[in-house]
């Protein structure tokens, strides 16, 4: 079965730093395109960061250009987003999610992880 | 970069048919055959209904449809049906750095 699983959230005080993992199985990690995608409680999706299939390229949305990190160990078919200066707009559900193309970058994504709660707050 | 605009709400009969815009810019939806939507239902994770403006993944029922005009794009579902009630959200490439971005969400109603 082709899945994905997020984990690594949780509370954190503002200016602090939390790493999520997402472990992938059920296809070949190495060939796709990666993507977090993270939604506030009761808010829209908002587009995070992607990373190419040898992590060689990375892109990431300007409210997190500087703070957040997204990388890849394709040993271990996990996908990273490392997360520093957290503030409290940055709470949220964090999704990874498998970009549809496999070997490229399409305009889609077709399998998602079940999400893991971040919440910045004192 | 702004969200693109969806309405809040659209509701239907069940067996009838809906209609949900997603309007932005040249730069996103305007520009690019890249639009695509998603389906969630409360607490879970989005559902890939549409890529391409208006190619199905395979497993998507053909009730969904996807097309575009301009700025414009536009999920129909037809035949409405009791599980199709759920949040959805389009989602466009753009040409600014943020190179994805989503629409405003529209909760469809089956009445």
């Known amino acids: 079965e082709v899945q994905l699983v997020e984990s690594g959230g949780g509370l954190v005080q503002p200016g602090g730093s939390l790493r999520l993992s997402c472990a992938a199985s059920g296809f070949t990690f190495s060939s796709y395109w990666m993507h977090w995608v993270r939604q506030a409680p009761g808010k829209g999706l908002v587009w995070v960061s992607r990373?190419?299939?040898?992590?060689?390229?990375?892109s990431y949305a300007d409210s997190v250009k500087g703070r957040f990190t997204i990388s890849r160990d394709n040993a271990k078919n996990t996908l990273y987003l490392q997360m520093n200066s957290l503030r409290a707009e940055d709470t949220a559900v964090y999704y990874c999610?498998?970009?549809?193309?496999?070997?490229?970058?399409?305009?889609?994504?077709?399998?998602w992880g079940q999400g893991t709660m971040v919440t910045v707050s004192s | 970069q702004s969200a693109l605009t969806q309405p809040a709400s659209v509701s239907g009969s069940p067996g009838q048919s809906i209609t949900i815009s997603c309007t932005g810019t040249s730069s996103d939806v305007g520009g690019y055959n890249y639009v695509s939507w998603y389906q969630q239902h409360p607490g879970k994770a989005p559902k890939l209904m549409i890529y391409?403006?208006?190619k199905r993944p395979s497993g998507v029922s053909n009730r969904f449809s996807g097309s575009k005009s301009g700025n414009t794009a536009s999920l129909t579902i037809s035949g409405l049906q009791a599980e199709d009630e759920a949040d959805y959200y389009c989602?466009?490439?753009?040409?600014?750095?943020?190179?994805?971005?989503f629409g405003t969400g529209t909760k469809v109603t089956v009445l």
């Open positions: 989602s466009s490439y753009t040409s600014s750095s943020t190179l994805y971005v």
């Open positions: 999610a498998r970009d549809l193309l496999e070997g490229g970058s399409s305009d889609a994504f077709d399998i």
């Open positions: 990373i190419n299939s040898d992590g060689s390229s990375t």
């Open positions: 391409d403006v208006s």
